[in-house]
Antibody
């Protein structure tokens, strides 16, 4: 079955960077994109960005443009999200999700908690 | 950026009742709209895509309708497991955007 398994929780200081991995299985990796969505404590869902697993093309939300980098490693069917210059407002659960162009975000990872605190 | 507005913020319902959730887009998104359900401590789950197509394994009591700027998610008869937060999302334009969510709570 299709699975997206994310890396474990992170605690970072303000100004640092965090890198979260999303290992996929059960489908043809290049056939779908990966979107990253975050959820601050007690808040709603915020779409952050998307990467094509076919050609590496990306789209980013304005709020994180310049601080966010998305990448894929086709040999291991893994996607990566790196967020730099962390601030306290970046404290959230970060999700990766398989992104089909016409079917929405149909499979989600379990989420990775990132805490930014001094 | 397309702004998605959901109403109401909270819906207090009893099991067995019919629930109607609304989602409005600030400009047309055609039918490229999805609905997600999220329970506490869990990742969101896709319910509906393309405004009205149920995702795999989603019960028939969930239905979606609408196009353009006005969309509705209907739960025909609420079950205990349906009390959760529901989000709409447009994927017609970059950036993709979510509504702020509607919480369906037990009355």
């Amino acid at each position: 079955q299709v699975q997206l398994v994310q890396s474990g929780a992170e605690v970072k200081q303000p100004g640092a960077s965090v890198k979260v991995s999303c290992k996929t299985s059960g489908y043809t990796f290049p056939s779908y994109g990966i979107s990253w969505v975050r959820q601050a404590p007690g808040q709603g869902l915020e779409w952050m960005g998307w990467i094509s697993a076919y050609n590496g093309k990306t789209n980013y939300a304005r709020e994180v443009q310049g601080r966010l980098s998305l990448a894929t490693e086709p040999s291991t069917s893994t996607a990566y999200m790196e967020l730099r210059s962390l601030i306290s407002d970046d404290t959230a659960i970060y999700y990766c999700a398989r992104d089909s162009p016409y079917n929405g975000l149909d499979v989600w990872g379990q989420g990775t908690t990132v805490t930014v605190s001094s | 950026e397309i702004v998605m507005t959901q109403s109401p913020a909270t819906l207090s319902m009893s099991p067995g009742e019919r629930a109607t959730l609304s989602c409005r887009a600030s400009q047309s998104v055609s039918s490229t709209l999805a609905w997600y359900q999220q329970k506490p401590g869990q990742a969101p789950r896709l319910l509906i895509y393309d405004a009205s197509t149920r995702a795999t394994g989603i019960p028939a009591r969930f239905s979606g309708s609408g196009s353009g700027t006005e969309f509705t998610l209907t739960i025909s008869s609420l079950q205990s497991e349906d009390f959760a937060v529901y989000y709409c999302q447009q994927y017609n334009n970059w950036p993709q955007t979510f509504g702020q969510g509607t919480k369906v709570e037990i009355k």
